[in-house]
Every structure is written in C-alpha cells, then in structure tokens.
C-alpha cells in the first residue's frame, strides 16, 4: 500500500517522479487570477489563529471573507451555520471544520487542506475531531511566532513570482502603489481591471455604480456611452501605469450581439434613467463595450479573460442573508460558443484580438473552447488563445486531467501558461503543486505508455514551461 501524501503522492510512475522532482517542483509560481487583499500583503498582516486564515469570517466593515470552498464541506456536513459564517469562535469553528473534514474523500479539499499543513507547519499527521486540539495549538505557536507564516513570508517561501490581483476599475490602487513602491517586497503584485459592474447593465446597482465610476475620473456623471467608454479607458491607462497585465471579465455567459453605436447609447440612456432594458437590449450595449475593451487590451497588451457559465446565489434565501461569493453558486450551462468566436472574429477583423484566456465553469464546453482557440492564433505569441485552467468546481484531479486532455487533443498543451489559485486565501499556493504533480503524472504516464518519447530535451521545455515558463512569456514578468 502506498504511503498517504509521501514525497511522490500523485505521481504514479518512475517517469512521472522523474519530471515533477527534476523540472516541476522548485519552479516559481505566476498566480496570475486570485483574489487576495494586497493590502495584507502590503501590511504584512499575521494571522492570529487558523481559522483566521483558513475559514475568514464577518470582516470590520461588516462584510464576510473566507473560503467557501471550506463552508461547502461544512454545509455538506450538516454544520448550523453559526459554526461556518456565524459567530461561534475560532477554536469551535475549526473544530467542525476538523470533523467534517475526512468525510471529504476524493475531494480536492482534503488534499490541500493536508498538504498546507504539511509545507507550512510541519504537520506529519491528517486533520480530524481527534487531531483539531493538536493541529489548532501547533498552527497558532507558529503562526504567532515564525515570520514565515505572515502574509508575505507565506508568499515568500511558496517561490511566488508573481501577484494578480483582482480589482474594480475605480479603485485608487493605493496598496498597489505602495507594494510598488517598498524596495522590501521582491515578488510582483500588480492589479487586474474587472468592469463587470460597468458592463452588467441588466444586473441591480448598475446605475449607482457607473455614478461611482463617473467620480472616480472626475465627472459628475456619464451622460452617454462614450463617456462610459472615454471613463474605462482612463482607468484601465492608470492600471496599466501601475503595472496591470491582465483584465478579467465574470460573465453568466459571453454575450455578442452588433448594434450600432448610437443604438448602444440610447440602451445606456434608457437604463440610466430607471428603465428596464431587455436582455437583447443589454446584449448589445455588453458588446459594444467589449469590443471597445477588447481593442483597447490589445493596445495595452494586456491579457482579456473570460470567465462563464457560473449561476450565482441561487439559494435565494442564503444569499439574501450573507450576500454574493458566500458558497450558493452552481456551474450552469450555455451555449455561447458562437458568441465567444463572434467577438473575437470582430477583434481580429480591425487586428486588435488580444490575448485571451477562455474559461467555463462548465466541463462540458471544454472541446468546444478547444476548437475556437485554433481558429484565432496567429505569429504574436505561441498559444495567443488559451483555453483556461480548470476552475473552480472544477479544479480538482479527474477536472485538471480532462482539461488538459481536452487541450493536448485540440491544441498545444505545450504552450499552456498553467494553473493559478482563483483563491482568497494566502495559503492556497500548495494547489499549484498539486496541480504540477497531476500534470507531471500524465504526461509521465503517456512517456511510459509510448505515446510520447522519453525526450529529455522536449520534456524539461514542456513541463517548465506549463509550470511557469509560458506564463512568464504570456504575461510579460
């Protein structure tokens, strides 16, 4: 019987061991999506106790923060919610998060939750109810007295190049400038511009926002779509100016319908004025202001993704109670493939298609994105057209290997640029080794079965490369 997460846990074949501890594993990482606070890193924060880290809860301005990945294996569990998101303390949420936990088997999260007590404190053992007193007391010493464990000695010693962080258009960026500015600080964070509350014109809050976004380029407020688009451009310059390679776009699914400008306007005019507009009527404004987006990534250089296909809040009643990215959001199907080839077919037809990063919640669209990404590649870099790492819901071992097959069938899985956390949490990087060792484990397994040639050379380039190379490359570090 093989040993429970020993040094070569995941790597099923001696090809397998050979490419992840030779090529994989010392590899830097480029966490290119996340959504962790760079003030916390600028601030250095130091956690006062696991829970704190690992299961968040009710922040000072009110708000909730976590990882609901964590509070979905709790619900799953039959946890009251008092113990999850509610105000039971640390130790007794930990406590049931500890008992919940080996009821996880063939989940991803049993085997980050143990991996990151094995890099980042040293704990031989598996977390359960018996081992919660044991594993809370051994985390919070160190926690409270190893400088490795703040925030930035975590990123640190996880070998993290670089940092994109998530961030709304009219923020002022003002823990990026100063990260940017500390000489202290070696690895990179730089912000990523995410418009969808200026493009979700259907969705409640659209006309306070964009009053929001007027402000913060100095105007009382947007009169037409120009302005809404003269007001993006000013604020996507300034992201760039501080250092932002990436835009990041969270669509229910990706919309294409042509209008002409002056009919786009009067959908903005006729939504800023308290009226309801129809679904065909905010399709055609949202693609209006992604073709404008889009050409103006392409100036910038900067990478466009497309996140789709999540229904979100759909417990109405939890939702209401604890708001938005609280663990109530499903994978959803739709069939906006031909939206997705329109829109860049129009980015191509004036050669301003930038580089871009397809991801569905949806595994089933997997060969679908396989196919349109041959369809737009051309000579500016190899692997322009990305198909997306496996996200979310889908981010687990049997998700990574079907997208990656998904991808070596239709495309290049040599240009990958790889995995990324999508986490909200500073200990979460032990997902990129569990993503290099299921990598590393099937190509290994395809050298041994003869469907690949034990080429030195072309494995060391591939597996690097997917690790960080292609990132490095695709995102200009």
């Known amino acids: 019987m093989k040993a429970f997460m020993d040094k070569d846990f995941m790597l099923q074949s001696p090809t397998a061991q050979h490419l992840?501890?030779?090529?994989?594993?010392?590899?830097?990482?480029?966490?290119?999506?996340?959504?962790?606070?760079?003030?916390?890193?600028?601030?250095?924060r130091k956690f006062e106790n696991i829970t704190q880290v690992w299961l968040g809860g009710r922040q000072p301005d009110g708000s909730l923060a976590g990882d609901h990945y964590k509070w979905r294996v709790m619900r799953s569990n039959g946890v009251p919610e008092e113990y999850i998101t509610g105000s039971k303390s640390d130790r007794e949420r930990f406590q049931k998060f500890a008992e919940a936990l080996p009821m996880a088997i063939g989940n991803p999260m049993y085997h980050w939750t143990n991996l990151e007590l094995r890099k980042y404190f040293g704990y031989e053992g598996v977390l359960n109810g018996d081992t919660a007193e044991e594993v809370w007391n051994l985390c919070n010493e160190k926690l409270q007295n190893d400088p490795k464990l703040t925030v930035r000695g975590l990123i640190e010693q996880s070998n993290v190049a670089f940092i994109g962080t998530t961030?709304?258009?009219?923020?002022?960026?003002?823990?990026?400038?100063k990260i940017k500015n500390d000489p202290t600080i070696k690895f990179t964070v730089a912000p990523s511009f995410r418009p969808d509350k200026a493009v979700n014109i259907n969705k409640p809050g659209f006309v306070e926002y964009m009053g929001k976004l007027a402000a913060s380029v100095g105007k009382e407020k947007l009169a037409c779509i120009h302005c809404v688009m003269d007001a993006l451009t000013e604020r996507l310059e300034f992201f760039v100016k501080m250092g932002c390679r990436a835009?990041?776009?969270?669509?229910?699914?990706?919309?294409?319908?042509?209008?002409?400008?002056?009919?786009?306007?009067?959908?903005?005019?006729?939504?800023?004025?308290?009226?309801?507009v129809?679904?065909?009527?905010?399709?055609?404004y949202q693609t209006a202001l992604l073709i404008h987006m889009g050409k103006l990534y392409h100036k910038h250089n900067v990478v466009m993704q497309l996140h789709y296909s999540c229904l979100r809040g759909v417990n109405r009643k939890m939702n209401a109670l604890l708001g938005p990215d609280t663990g109530f959001d499903m994978i959803n199907q739709n069939t906006c493939g031909g939206n997705i080839a329109a829109l860049l077919s129009a980015l191509t037809d004036t050669a301003e298609c930038p580089k871009t990063i397809i991801y569905s919640l949806n595994p089933v669209d997997n060969e679908q994105i396989g196919t349109i990404l041959g369809c737009f590649q051309d000579d500016e870099i190899p692997g322009k057209i990305q198909a997306g790492s496996a996200w979310w819901f889908c981010d687990q071992k049997v998700g990574m290997e079907n997208q990656m097959k998904s991808l070596a069938n239709l495309g290049l899985l040599g240009n990958f640029v790889g995995m990324l956390t999508d986490s909200r949490s500073f200990l979460s990087y032990t997902r990129h080794d569990y993503f290099r060792r299921i990598m590393c484990n099937l190509i290994g397994q395809w050298v041994e079965?003869?469907?690949y040639p034990n080429d030195e050379k072309s494995l060391e380039k591939i597996v690097r490369g997917i690790c960080f190379d292609n990132a490095k490359r695709y995102f200009c570090l």
């Open 20 to 44: 992840y501890h030779t090529y994989a594993a010392d590899m830097p990482i480029c966490d290119y999506h996340c959504h962790i606070s760079p003030r916390e890193i600028y601030e250095n």
């Open 167 to 177: 961030d709304d258009p009219i923020d002022s960026l003002e823990w990026h400038e």
């Open 247 to 276: 835009a990041d776009h969270g669509l229910d699914y990706v919309p294409y319908r042509e209008a002409s400008i002056e009919e786009a306007d009067a959908i903005y005019k006729k939504a800023m004025a308290g009226e309801a």
């Open 278 to 284: 129809t679904v065909e009527e905010a399709e055609k």
């Open 449 to 451: 079965d003869g469907e």
